[in-house]
């Protein structure tokens, strides 16, 4: 099975800062992959799929890039409502595997 | 709009089966798959397997093969995860979910709870 590793585990910034998150495949999904926010209590929220592609009513701050093995998320300016955990999952082979998230936390 | 509501939290003894039911409503029940993924406490999330509701269909991660059976009753529109020879690491909150090309639907989610 393809595991995904992010990284960094926590990323502790402030409102208004930049938050870069990396996803990296243990072998090529293409640009099958896709990104989720998850607040405590909450089920999981599509950000990203496609690698690229914003999900509907997601804001313009967030953004993918990245094909074949190496996946970024970029969150432009991070607001209040932006401090959660986020997932990566590739969408290419089975099992739709998810990497082990990474908490984007309040400096 | 499209809804996907999971039946309630269950307590099981180690050994035990539980099912899981997930009845869709606003959409055609039939045009698209229903995954299921569940997550520990404090952990993260574990793709477990879809289901076809059209063609009954299923495919499973290797970890839960022999003990998870997904099934569909398409007349009320409602999936189905049923797991096995449950134990102490299978306590977790249970999803299922449908794609669509831009987004997702989750249903609330499903909290397994097993205990002696």
């Known amino acids: 099975e393809i595991v995904l590793t992010q990284s960094p585990a926590t990323l502790s910034l402030s409102p208004g800062e930049r938050a870069t998150l990396s996803c990296r495949a243990s072998?090529?999904?293409?640009?099958?992959l896709a990104w989720y926010q998850q607040k405590p209590g909450q089920a999981p929220r599509l950000l990203i799929y496609?690698?690229?592609n914003r999900a509907t009513g997601i804001p313009a701050r967030f953004s993918g890039s990245g094909s074949g093995t190496d996946f970024t998320l970029t969150i432009s300016s991070l607001e209040a409502e932006d401090f959660a955990v986020y997932y990566c999952?590739?969408?290419?082979?089975?099992?739709?595997?998810f990497g082990q998230g990474t908490k984007v936390e309040i400096k | 709009q499209v809804q996907l509501v999971q039946s309630g939290a269950e307590v099981k003894k180690p050994g035990a089966s539980v099912k899981v039911s997930c009845k869709a409503s606003g959409y055609t029940f039939t045009s698209s798959d229903i995954n299921w993924v569940r997550q520990a406490t404090g952990q993260g999330l574990e793709w477990m397997g879809w289901i076809n509701p059209n063609s009954g269909d299923t495919g499973y991660a290797q970890k839960f093969q022999g003990r998870v059976t997904m099934t569909r009753d398409t007349s009320i529109s409602t999936a189905y995860m049923d797991l096995s020879s449950l134990r102490s690491e299978d306590t977790a909150v249970y999803y299922c979910?449908?794609?669509?090309?831009?987004?997702?639907?989750w249903g609330q989610g499903t909290l397994v709870t097993v205990s002696s």
């Open positions: 979910l449908r794609h669509t090309v831009t987004a997702d639907y």
């Open positions: 496609d690698a690229s």
């Open positions: 999952q590739q969408r290419s082979n089975w099992p739709r595997t």
């Open positions: 072998q090529s999904v293409s640009s099958y």
